[in-house]
């Protein structure tokens, strides 16, 4: 197969995608990376002037949507707007910096009132709607689900119940016979990221080491870039499991 081949295999072209956190990191970067494989890409998050920096920069084939994705109303409102084919979950807040006693019940659960309540929500609608046979709805936990995350409080248990919720997805989906797919992602911790990039500074200080040499050790960078490609490589090709490790060499099945 020559590369214009593999190009033509992932053209995306006539195909809505729905990206959630789509202003900035991870987000911006699929949405960046769809609408570059021609889909028509809706993008959702609570800060309008970040999102208006997407449509500036992507044109005619982003759609900003200014609102709060963990919102039930707001996920089954824009499932029955745009009929998305392509669904990715990628919004959530970033946790306080703090070991287990310096947080308080709020802060230790942040993640899990918004993005386990996000995924749960926009999970649940597409079931409901439901979206076409053939669709494809990818949600983002993190590389934190498989060995935990002391400075971030229930991070690593809300990134591993979002695996979880997935993957109960995807049997109802095939309980059913609705045909539509359902894989999480678990990208690794990188500085590339205005939230990874504080986290590497918080466990470098933990460990007592230089914020680059900590880095270093982690191997090379995950891009926004990268997450992007990944996402469409996914979106265009087979899934053969519900959860794949995410690191800078490329994307990794996951059986446990």
């Known amino acids: 197969m020559t590369d214009k081949d593999k190009d033509k295999d992932k053209d995306l072209t006539g195909t809505t995608a729905l990206v959630t956190g789509a202003s900035r990191g991870f987000g911006r970067g699929i949405a960046t990376a769809l609408s570059g494989a021609g889909a028509r890409v809706v993008g959702v998050a609570r800060d309008r002037a970040a999102l208006e920096e997407v449509r500036a920069q992507l ?24 009929h998305p084919a392509i669904l990715v979950l990628n919004a959530g807040v970033t946790p306080l910096p703090r070991p287990l006693q310096h947080h308080t019940w709020q802060t230790f659960s942040s993640n899990w009132d918004t993005d386990v309540q996000h995924a749960f929500h926009w999970t649940r609608e597409a079931l409901l709607a439901p979206l076409a046979p053939g669709s494809t709805v990818i949600t983002l936990s993190s590389g934190a689900a498989l060995r935990g995350s002391p400075l971030s409080g229930g991070y690593a248990g809300a990134k591993a119940a979002i695996r979880f919720l997935t993957a109960y997805a995807a049997a109802e989906s095939a309980r059913d016979k609705l045909g539509i797919r359902f894989v999480s992602l678990l990208p690794q911790l990188t500085p590339a990221t205005a939230l990874g990039a504080m986290y590497v500074e918080a466990y470098a200080a933990r460990e007592g080491v230089a914020v680059a040499a900590y880095s270093g050790a982690q191997g090379p960078p995950l891009t926004p870039e990268q997450v992007g490609k990944s996402v469409t490589d996914l979106v265009t090709g087979s899934i053969d499991q519900d959860a794949y490790l995410l690191t800078a060499a490329g994307l990794r099945p996951l059986t446990v």
């Open 59 to 82: 044109g005619g084939s982003f759609t900003a949507v200014a609102a709060d994705a963990a919102d039930p109303i707001v996920a089954g409102r824009l499932i029955d707007a745009y």
